[in-house]
């Protein structure tokens, strides 16, 4: 996750309000010319570092000026994706594959080799034949509205690297620490999901929280995250280094009593903020400013982070940390440092997975540089300590942890894997898998635990005293009531009353200690001002209206479902949520872990004509939320439709029912005025193919139907069907001679969506 110092937390915001000239300059790769990408100190920093070998360094240097290849991954839970994935292999491959642009033959989408079941693809086409080959063109609109609708993902190929290693199962607890703009965390959740079927989702027993500390970008997170429906997910906002413990039911007591135990983690993501010299194939800008107190100035941070997950970690756990630096110090230097103050932590061996992507070990030896001179000529503290430059360096606050250990040895960071861009045509990355074995006696831990250096930057607020670690009392009854999750430092375990004890103790001692800064303390930064979320007793009479009113099963789990709208405010929307979901925020203060989103979103109220003035508000399904309610929907209740009736719904926003042939007008006629569910059943036409059975909701109104989705959804699916967006939209465009302005607007949105997923790397 790229985060440079003056861009540290992607100051433009969601990055979509950028005027074009700014990301020109910055991200484009004829922003500069290719003679003036050169950096002398990091030419000089990095080859001191033995990065790679001599013999390797130019060919190495030359990668990376060169441009970077596009690069998508195919989305959803996995039998979508396989489905979406053959109509790129079956379908647009051969369409491109002998294509001839200029007397040159262009090369078609080709499949990321070390990639799982083949859904990544390398797609490296220059702007100018998108715009004029009308295969590449077609293909490109293709590849704009599935992007659009969440079926496709821009992102860099080692950007996908991380939730691979993470090994995600639907019974984890899962946490992305520094989620935004999310697409690591939609890998996560696809993954929570892997048993959803082509036409329903299923209901995870895990979770996936995805945390990140920029109010704003967690809004880009739960936008990016709707893409794929989940009742298992929650975001927040907070900041990761000190992110909270948090209560969820636990076993019953002995008289039956409801008693409460501390969350932990199967799987953790640190994905930390970095200053991201890995991604300099995109990120030019970088050519003209790296400096190597950048990466300096971030390690404490990330060390920080990487610890906070360590504490949050089940036994047996796994976490994998990553970042788009090639630095040592923000990298094998960070482990080391959270490794020898975690002593039931190691690095695990992933040598033998996806043997298809070339790695390169981590090191070993480094020397940090102490000044923007890049001098290196230190090979340990001490030797630093014992210098001249301590003293005229003394605002640069190197800690032991900059260098390696020495027992570095010890801690076998030749398990961490470097990607480098000359290896397969890449950014750069860095990532590592670290796992939790079974925890050991609390107190000959302590024995075995070396002093902890303090990781704390000058403008965070400190949580507690210099190398003083706060003494874990016993909670009182009334303190006990009173913690709604605020962060834990000392390892606890399960123990949830020493966990309480512990977060109390930091949240007294943080406080008055200096002004905090944007994302400091835990606050996330910004007035928290999220509605709160209250779940529904099943006989409330609204969800007992939708229950049936869309004929849903007893099984559907109506326990579940809540709102969030404000006291005294009328429902307009009702979100469901499973188990765990529901007992993280029963049991933990909303605004204390400042919950921005909760579940997923499966009723809304219909607005407007004869719905609203009647005395019960009609409710409907939301296209995106249909697959979650799908498998509690009475079978009998869903419609059969064909594809020459779901050509009519997607050509106009509101046909009437007359225009329908007879079986399928005769069929809605006798419904009555709601959200209805239509199934069309795997059929060929001269227009057609659908491989697979399709579910839809449409509303029915006393002479017309709606097709319920979005226009974007609407023309993707205009698009994988038909060949061309049939939609009233897409008609508009393409009988007023706009392709190429619609062109060049829907590449505008894709590079925007790069410089997003740009820095997530």
Same mark, same amino acid.
């Given at each position: 996750?790229?985060?440079?110092?003056? =861009?540290? %937390?992607?100051?433009? $915001?969601?990055?979509?309000?950028?005027?074009?000239?700014?990301?020109?300059?910055?991200?484009?790769?004829?922003?500069?010319?290719?003679?003036?990408?050169?950096?002398?100190? #990091?030419?000089?920093?990095?080859?001191?570092?033995?990065?790679?070998?001599?013999?390797?360094?130019?060919?190495?240097?030359?990668?990376?000026?060169?441009?970077?290849?596009?690069? /998508?991954?195919?989305?959803?839970?996995?039998?979508?994706?396989?489905?979406?994935?053959?109509?790129?292999?079956?379908?647009?491959?051969?369409?491109?594959?002998?294509?001839?642009?200029?007397?040159?033959?262009?090369?078609?989408?080709?499949?990321?080799?070390?990639?799982?079941?083949?859904?990544?693809?390398?797609?490296?086409?220059?702007?100018?034949?998108?715009?004029?080959?009308?295969?590449?063109?077609?293909?490109?609109?293709?590849?704009?509205?599935?992007?659009?609708?969440?079926?496709?993902?821009?992102?860099?190929?080692?950007?996908?690297?991380?939730?691979?290693?993470?090994?995600?199962?639907?019974?984890?607890?899962?946490?992305?620490?520094? *989620?935004?703009?999310?697409?690591?965390?939609?890998?996560?959740?696809?993954?929570? %999901?892997?048993?959803?079927?082509?036409?329903?989702?299923?209901?995870?027993?895990?979770?996936?929280?995805?945390?990140?500390?920029?109010?704003?970008?967690? %809004?880009?997170?739960?936008?990016?995250?709707?893409?794929?429906?989940?009742?298992?997910?929650?975001?927040?906002?907070?900041?990761?280094?000190? &992110?909270?413990?948090?209560?969820?039911?636990?076993?019953?007591?002995?008289?039956?009593?409801?008693?409460?135990?501390?969350?932990?983690?199967?799987?953790?993501?640190?994905?930390?903020?970095?200053?991201?010299?890995?991604?300099?194939?995109?990120?030019?800008?970088?050519?003209?400013?790296?400096?190597?107190?950048?990466?300096?100035?971030?390690?404490?941070?990330?060390?920080?982070?990487?610890?906070?997950?360590?504490?949050?970690?089940?036994?047996?756990?796994?976490?994998?940390?990553?970042?788009?630096?090639?630095?040592?110090?923000?990298?094998?230097?960070?482990?080391?440092?959270?490794?020898?103050?975690?002593?039931?932590?190691?690095?695990?061996?992933?040598?033998?997975?996806?043997?298809?992507?070339?790695?390169?070990?981590?090191?070993?030896?480094?020397?940090?540089?102490?000044?923007?001179?890049?001098?290196?000529?230190?090979?340990?503290?001490?030797?630093?300590?014992?210098?001249?430059?301590?003293?005229?360096?003394?605002?640069?606050?190197?800690?032991?942890?900059?260098?390696?250990?020495?027992?570095? +040895?010890?801690?076998?960071?030749?398990?961490?894997?470097?990607?480098? !861009?000359?290896?397969?045509?890449?950014?750069?990355?860095?990532?590592?898998?670290?796992?939790?074995?079974?925890?050991?006696?609390?107190?000959?831990?302590?024995?075995?635990?070396?002093?902890?250096?303090?990781?704390?930057?000058?403008?965070?607020?400190?949580?507690?005293?210099?190398?003083?670690?706060?003494?874990?009392?016993? !909670?009182?009854?009334?303190?006990?009531?009173? #913690?709604?999750?605020?962060?834990?430092? $000392?390892?606890?375990?399960?123990?949830?009353?020493?966990?309480?004890?512990?977060?109390?103790?930091?949240?007294?001692?943080?406080?008055?200690?200096?002004?905090?800064?944007?994302?400091?303390?835990? =606050?996330?930064?910004?007035?928290?001002?999220?509605?709160?979320?209250?779940?529904?007793?099943?006989?409330?009479?609204?969800?007992?209206?939708?229950?049936?009113?869309?004929?849903?099963?007893?099984? #559907?789990? =109506?326990?579940?479902?809540?709102?969030?709208?404000?006291?005294?405010?009328?429902?307009?929307?009702? &979100?469901?949520?499973?188990?765990?979901?529901?007992?993280?925020?029963?049991?933990?203060?909303?605004?204390?872990?400042?919950?921005?989103? *909760?579940?997923?979103?499966?009723?809304?109220?219909?607005?407007?004509?004869? *719905?609203?003035?009647?005395? +019960?508000?009609? #409710?409907?399904?939301?296209?995106?939320?249909?697959?979650?309610?799908?498998?509690?929907?009475?079978?009998?209740?869903?419609?059969?439709?064909?594809?020459?009736?779901?050509?009519?719904?997607?050509?106009?926003? &509101?046909?009437?029912?007359?225009?329908?042939?007879?079986?399928?007008?005769?069929?809605?006629? $006798?419904?009555?005025? $709601?959200?209805?569910?239509?199934?069309?059943?795997?059929?060929? =036409?001269?227009?057609?193919?659908?491989?697979?059975?399709?579910?839809?909701?449409?509303?029915?109104?006393?002479?017309?139907?709606?097709?319920?989705?979005?226009?974007?959804?609407?023309?993707?699916?205009?698009?994988?069907? /038909?060949? *061309?967006?049939?939609?009233?939209?897409?008609?508009?465009?393409?009988?007023?001679?706009?392709?190429?302005?619609?062109?060049?607007?829907?590449?505008?949105?894709?590079?925007?969506?790069?410089?997003?997923?740009?820095?997530?790397?």
């Amino acid at each position: 996750m790229a985060r440079r110092k003056k =861009s540290a %937390h992607k100051s433009t $915001g969601l990055g979509f309000r950028r005027k074009r000239k700014d990301y020109d300059d910055e991200f484009r790769s004829d922003a500069i010319e290719k003679v003036d990408m050169d950096n002398e100190r #990091f030419r000089t920093y990095y080859q001191a570092q033995n990065l790679v070998p001599e013999e390797e360094w130019e060919t190495f240097y030359d990668a990376l000026k060169q441009h970077l290849p596009t690069t /998508f991954r195919v989305a959803g839970s996995r039998q979508v994706a396989n489905t979406l994935n053959r109509t790129i292999q079956d379908v647009h491959v051969p369409a491109l594959s002998d294509v001839i642009f200029e007397d040159q033959r262009i090369p078609p989408p080709v499949q990321i080799p070390w990639y799982p079941d083949g859904l990544a693809w390398n797609f490296n086409v220059p702007k100018k034949i998108l715009r004029k080959s009308p295969e590449f063109k077609k293909f490109h609109s293709f590849l704009v509205f599935e992007t659009e609708v969440g079926n496709i993902s821009r992102q860099e190929a080692v950007s996908m690297l991380p939730p691979l290693f993470l090994d995600v199962e639907p019974h984890h607890k899962v946490i992305d620490m520094c *989620a935004a703009p999310g697409s690591k965390t939609a890998q996560l959740l696809e993954a929570l %999901h892997a048993q959803d079927s082509v036409i329903a989702a299923s209901i995870p027993t895990g979770l996936l929280i995805a945390n990140d500390s920029d109010q704003k970008r967690t %809004h880009l997170l739960i936008h990016q995250s709707a893409r794929l429906p989940s009742p298992a997910l929650m975001v927040t906002n907070l900041d990761a280094s000190i &992110y909270p413990s948090m209560k969820i039911v636990g076993p019953p007591g002995p008289n039956g009593e409801e008693r409460t135990r501390q969350l932990l983690f199967d799987r953790i993501l640190c994905d930390v903020p970095c200053s991201g010299d890995g991604t300099m194939r995109k990120n030019v800008g970088i050519w003209k400013n790296w400096q190597p107190m950048d990466g300096n100035g971030l390690h404490s941070l990330q060390v920080r982070i990487l610890q906070r997950a360590m504490k949050l970690l089940k036994p047996d756990g796994r976490i994998v940390y990553s970042t788009c630096s090639l630095n040592p110090v923000e990298n094998e230097a960070v482990l080391a440092a959270a490794l020898k103050a975690n002593p039931d932590f190691a690095l695990v061996d992933v040598s033998d997975k996806l043997p298809a992507l070339k790695r390169r070990p981590g090191l070993t030896v480094w020397r940090p540089s102490v000044d923007r001179t890049v001098n290196t000529i230190y090979a340990t503290y001490e030797e630093y300590l014992a210098s001249q430059d301590v003293k005229d360096n003394s605002k640069t606050k190197l800690t032991e942890g900059h260098w390696p250990p020495a027992d570095v +040895e010890h801690y076998n960071l030749h398990r961490s894997l470097r990607l480098y !861009p000359h290896l397969q045509d890449t950014g750069g990355f860095f990532v590592a898998v670290l796992e939790r074995r079974a925890l050991i006696d609390g107190a000959r831990k302590r024995e075995l635990s070396p002093p902890v250096e303090e990781y704390q930057e000058a403008k965070k607020p400190r949580l507690e005293k210099d190398h003083e670690e706060p003494k874990v009392e016993p !909670p009182s009854a009334e303190l006990a009531n009173t #913690f709604e999750g605020v962060a834990v430092v $000392g390892d606890v375990g399960d123990n949830t009353e020493a966990a309480l004890a512990v977060d109390l103790a930091i949240q007294g001692s943080s406080k008055g200690k200096g002004k905090k800064s944007k994302d400091s303390g835990g =606050s996330g930064g910004g007035v928290f001002k999220e509605p709160p979320y209250t779940f529904l007793p099943p006989t409330d009479p609204i969800l007992k209206n939708c229950i049936e009113r869309l004929s849903l099963t007893p099984a #559907f789990p =109506s326990s579940n479902v809540l709102i969030r709208n404000p006291a005294g405010e009328a429902v307009r929307s009702l &979100y469901l949520a499973n188990d765990l979901v529901k007992s993280v925020v029963e049991h933990n203060d909303y605004t204390r872990i400042r919950l921005s989103a *909760a579940g997923t979103k499966v009723f809304t109220k219909q607005e407007g004509g004869k *719905a609203s003035a009647e005395a +019960e508000p009609h #409710f409907r399904v939301l296209g995106e939320g249909l697959p979650v309610i799908l498998p509690f929907v009475n079978p009998e209740t869903i419609i059969t439709a064909d594809l020459s009736s779901l050509k009519i719904l997607i050509q106009s926003y &509101y046909p009437l029912v007359t225009s329908f042939s007879e079986s399928f007008k005769s069929i809605v006629e $006798g419904l009555g005025v $709601g959200s209805h569910a239509i199934k069309i059943s795997p059929a060929e =036409s001269d227009d057609a193919i659908l491989t697979h059975d399709l579910f839809l909701s449409i509303w029915k109104s006393n002479v017309s139907l709606t097709l319920m989705m979005n226009k974007k959804a609407k023309s993707a699916l205009s698009m994988r069907l /038909f060949g *061309a967006d049939i939609t009233p939209a897409g008609r508009v465009v393409a009988d007023s001679g706009e392709d190429d302005q619609e062109t060049e607007v829907k590449t505008q949105v894709v590079q925007e969506s790069d410089i997003l997923n740009a820095a997530d790397n």
